[in-house]
């Protein structure tokens, strides 16, 4: 018997209002939460993709509520291997990274092991084949990161520049500003 929430996520197509949608009745019922998070990471699931969408639109709005899930997330954060999937979840690692190092009521923390996991996962997303958005997440949080842990900037540098010249203009627009920033 299929949950509610993969019932909407039967039915969820790509466009945004019916993302958000779906996104809206995960905020008004938080007990989907966690299904929603396990979703993302079975990608046996014909649907893991889509919860990956609603998980992004979700994090935008209330990114505390991965807290207690932090551990799940980001020691599975290597099993993702669909482009669909991988994307949302990049996004969702940056909005984790920078709430880590912002300091306030919405901070989130981070284990040692969970930035480890972020570090790794994003090295592999920016070397790997996948799409220029992943890259571009995965750049920015590497940069992040890098303020914090010094071997990372120099191995962000060598990357970027290695592969400037095989990418696309947004590629290009990303490492260029990260690269100045580096250099600075």
């Known amino acids: 018997m299929s949950s509610e929430l993969q019932s909407k996520l039967d039915y969820l197509k ?10 809206q009745d995960v905020l008004e019922n938080p007990s989907l939460f966690k299904e929603l998070v396990s979703i993302c990471f079975s990608p046996s699931d014909k649907n893991n993709h889509k919860a990956c ?6 994090s935008y709005e209330e990114l505390i509520w991965l807290q207690p899930h932090l551990d799940f ?4 954060l290597k099993i993702l291997k669909d482009e669909s999937s ?42 790997n084949d996948v799409k220029v958005a992943t890259k571009a997440y995965s750049i920015r949080t590497l940069y992040l990161l890098g303020n914090h842990y010094d071997w990372i900037h120099p191995e962000l540098q060598i990357i970027l ?8 203009a947004a590629y290009k627009a990303v490492a260029r500003e990260v690269l100045k920033k580096i250099e600075k």
């Not at 466009?15 to 949608?21: D, F, K, S, V």
């Open 73 to 76: 997330f980001c020691s599975n």
């Open 86 to 127: 991988i994307r949302p979840i990049a996004k969702i690692v940056q909005l984790l990274v920078k709430a880590h190092y912002k300091k306030g009521e919405n901070s989130i923390l981070l284990s040692e092991e969970n930035l480890q996991d972020c570090i790794e996962a994003s090295f592999d997303w920016l070397i």
């Open 53 to 58: 969408w609603i998980l992004e639109f979700v």
């Open 14 to 23: 790509a466009y945004r209002e019916n993302r958000l949608n779906v996104a």
């Open 161 to 168: 520049n290695k592969d400037y010249a095989d990418h696309s």
